[in-house]
């Protein structure tokens, strides 16, 4: 039984049913089905009710996602105006190629792409970046290093300090010997203790977005990795973190 | 994917645990060594834990089907204590209820936009082992619903009285209901009548 009536796609359109990679299959919900028939029909005034009903559907988690990067009322709403534009042109080459091959839901596609549109528009409003955590700020707040060295008291702090060239010596040593331990763990780990200490999301983030069954499990992972870089640190020769 | 930084397909899928075990690994590889799409995939996360829910039933159903969802979680934990083993049950139970990609009634026929005599026109579908009766709609192509009913079988031919036109393009889907008020969808599924 083959597919044979005016229902052939005018403009390769893809077809309904997918499978994502590697055997994953996922469906788009059926308001994009409908959509994605609605183009291939090559109907104005159906692609616009289809059109409708996907804008109705997914509207308020668009404005929840222009919310998370602007602030005022009018900058939400023109950032969700261009969200829909952008989505909408090229005769939604976006959602079309989602519809091709999706790999995840379309909520969470929506929450990405919305976000970079969002982004998009920031920087083409006001002619820079997004303002967020800069590099700099975050080195600051960078604990690792902390962690995987002995627990230093206050009191017993080296009374000569290191000054100058020293000093600097010292924390590239840092450094490049905590650099050299890391890669000796796996990428999934080290991925882990990106996003722990580097990134500071929250235990309970972590196990969602990695995989793991609870905040607990990251915690013991997170333990038996520090420990395993401080023999790691240790078999170099660091044994302190105080420069 | 080393160099590249990731799609908003591979994100999405990283984020929603979808992708094939080669391409997550890629995605974590590049994750590791890239500041900013780890600043991404973070902010996109979050976004996606916070987003609104959408509002699939009346909330009296809802409170009804929590409650319902409460004391079946209580019975199942109850009867997996008994056989001294609880943390196999809860872990189903709770895996099965937060996982929306494997809650999915699969349709088996008509699929893939065939065409069909109208008289050999008979929707299968797998079974959910979690529901107690399927809901059967079809749809013509611009969504108006022109035919459904619950049955109890995982199969249906369409009576007589249902009148789908020949050279005509039709969706269909199933919804399996569940014991606790909840729902698992399929997705649509095209069909043509044919001439």
Redesign the interface.
Known sequence: MTFDGHFEPRHAYPPLPRVADEGTVTEPPRSLDRFIIALAADDPSQLEAAWRGFVAEHTRLLLHVARSVFKTHDEVMDAYAYILEELRANDCRRLREFATDPRSRLSTWLVVVGRRLCLDFYRRRYGRDHGGTSRDQRAMRRRLQDLIVEDVEVHELPATRMVGADLLMRQMELRNALDRALEEVGVSDRLLLRLRFDDELSAQEIARLLGFSSAFHVYRRVNALLARLRRSLEAQGIESAVP | MEQNHLS????????????????R?RA??H??TC?RC???????????????V?RSMPVVWRAVAGMAAVVMVAVALRSTWNRGSPLVGE?NVAAERSS??TS?VRLVFP??????ARSDLHFVWRRDVRATGYSLTVDD???TQIWTREVSDTSFTLPDSARLAP?K?Y?W?VDALHVDGSTA??????F?IA?
Not at chain 2, 111 to 116: F, G, M, N
Not at chain 2, 185 to 190: D, I
Request: aromatic fraction near 2%; hydrophobic fraction near 40%; charged fraction near 25%.
């Open positions: 908003a397909a591979e994100m999405a899928g990283f984020i929603d645990h979808t992708l094939g075990d080669e391409v690994a974590a590889e994750l590791a500041e780890r600043d991404e995939v973070a902010a996109c996360a979050r976004l996606a834990a916070s987003a609104p959408k872990r929306p990609m999915r699929t893939d936009s065939v065409s069909i192509s611009s969504g050279s393009t969706l889907h969808q399929s997705g649509p599924s095209a043509r001439p």
